[in-house]
């Protein structure tokens, strides 16, 4: 269940190329990024394997190896489909707090299993022993006063593992209305 994502590591924002996209003017624009298509490849990925009519939960790492506080927020590029457990909150020094994605149960797959949807992961510094009630969405604003870190990660759907073709047919043949 859980995927490892050591990229997400505040430290490694700064020295990564995921910052090279071009800025836009406000908060929401920023979701939605304009980039070229060599770029995005190379954005981190969150795996969902993918089954129709259900939801699907995931979950990976946000790690903090410093000896400060880190406060992250977390935004998608489709919030209606997708839920987060904590989309802002503070990570303790030296430690990792584990960010929770469910996707709602979708009716119809989307053409070749590609999936546009991305989430942004905004990370900052803050005071000793700042607690999730300190933290505000303002603070993740480019004037706010915070080096502000950014991390854009793509969402990738993973088709469910096919069944060998004669049980397939097996499984069809049992399951048709003429076969009962």
């Known amino acids: 269940m859980g995927q490892r994502v050591s990229c997400c590591t505040h430290p490694s924002f700064a020295s990564s190329n995921y910052g090279d996209y071009e800025k836009l003017e406000s908060e929401e624009d920023s979701?939605?990024?304009k980039k070229n298509k060599s770029q995005e490849d190379s954005y981190?990925?969150?795996h969902f394997p993918f089954e129709l009519g259900k939801r699907i939960k995931q979950s990976f790492p946000l790690?903090?190896?410093?000896d400060d506080y880190m406060a992250f927020r977390v935004m998608g590029s489709n919030p209606k489909k997708y839920s987060v457990s904590s989309n802002i909150g503070v990570v303790s020094p030296k430690s990792t707090y584990d960010i929770k994605v469910t996707?709602?149960?979708q009716e119809e797959a989307?053409?070749?299993?590609?999936?546009?949807?991305?989430f942004v992961f905004k990370t900052i510094f803050v005071k000793p022993g700042a607690t999730r009630k300190h933290i505000t969405p303002e603070m993740f604003e480019k004037n706010s006063g915070y080096?502000?870190?950014e991390l854009i990660m793509r969402v990738v759907y993973v088709a469910?593992?096919?069944?060998?073709?004669?049980?397939?047919e097996r499984f069809d043949r049992k399951s048709s209305p003429r076969a009962n």
């Open 31 to 33: 979701i939605v990024q």
């Open 110 to 118: 989307p053409p070749n299993m590609q999936c546009k949807d991305i």
């Open 103 to 105: 996707m709602q149960a």
């Open 44 to 46: 981190p990925e969150l």
């Open 147 to 149: 080096e502000v870190k």
């Open 160 to 168: 469910p593992p096919k069944l060998p073709s004669t049980f397939q």
């Open 63 to 66: 790690t903090n190896p410093t």
